[in-house]
């Protein structure tokens, strides 16, 4: 099978920069609103901002996966003297918590890294460079592309007809039945 070169995008976050500004919650936000940009609320974002600036904590968050069930598993973690819930790094939309749902329909919201932006949106409103986006191509098996399939098809119609063609499937089929 053919391969392609893939674009894979990587979003990195650097903890010491961020300061908590919810930038980045106001532009998803406002991307994804319907109509895009006519309004902004940091609930329907796909980045979290998990914030306690008593402590000192920033930590922005991306939506990922779906998770039908929660998990039984509750760890904290201390990172530079910071303590962090296990759930606060967790990027599911999950039964035991409202982050990543969409507060009108509680459908799950997913990062999509700004389908059809050059640059995630997050990324470039992030002024303090805590958010940096890394491109790398990967190798990847090239998809069947419909376009040929009809094409190819479409020639079989012209050369054989199109009665002619049916009957050629028809046995086949039944070839494969029996
Ligand atoms: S825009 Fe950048 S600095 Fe502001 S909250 Fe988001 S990640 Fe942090
Ligand atoms: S990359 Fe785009 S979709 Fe993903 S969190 Fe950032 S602004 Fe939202």
């Known amino acids: 099978m053919a391969t392609i070169n893939k674009k894979i ?4 976050i650097d903890l010491d920069k961020c300061n908590g500004c919810r930038a ?3 532009i998803c936000s406002s991307f994804h609103a319907s109509p895009k940009y006519s309004s902004n609320n940091p609930a329907r974002s796909r980045i979290r901002m998990v ?3 008593l402590k000192d904590v920033y930590l922005p968050v991306y939506a990922g ?3 039908p069930a ?4 509750r760890s904290k973690y201390v990172i530079d003297g910071k303590e962090y819930n296990e759930c606060d790094f967790c990027r599911a939309s999950c039964p035991s918590r409202d982050a990543f749902k969409e507060p009108d329909s509680k459908l799950p919201l997913k990062c999509d890294m700004c389908e059809g932006e050059e640059e995630p949106l997050c ?3 992030c002024i303090t460079g ?10 990847a098996e090239e998809p069947v592309r419909s376009v040929e399939l009809d094409t190819g098809l479409e020639d079989l119609v012209n050369k054989y007809g199109l009665q002619q063609l049916q009957d050629t499937l028809n046995r086949m089929s039944q070839a494969k039945k029996g």
Do not use: F, N, S
């Open 65 to 67: 996966e779906y998770a």
């Open 24 to 26: 980045c919650e106001m």
């Open 123 to 125: 990324v470039k409103w």
């Open 70 to 73: 929660e998990c039984t598993g």
């Open 130 to 139: 805590a958010l940096t986006c890394e491109e790398r191509e990967e190798e």
């Open 51 to 53: 914030r306690d600036p």
């Open 9 to 12: 995008k990587t979003i990195k």
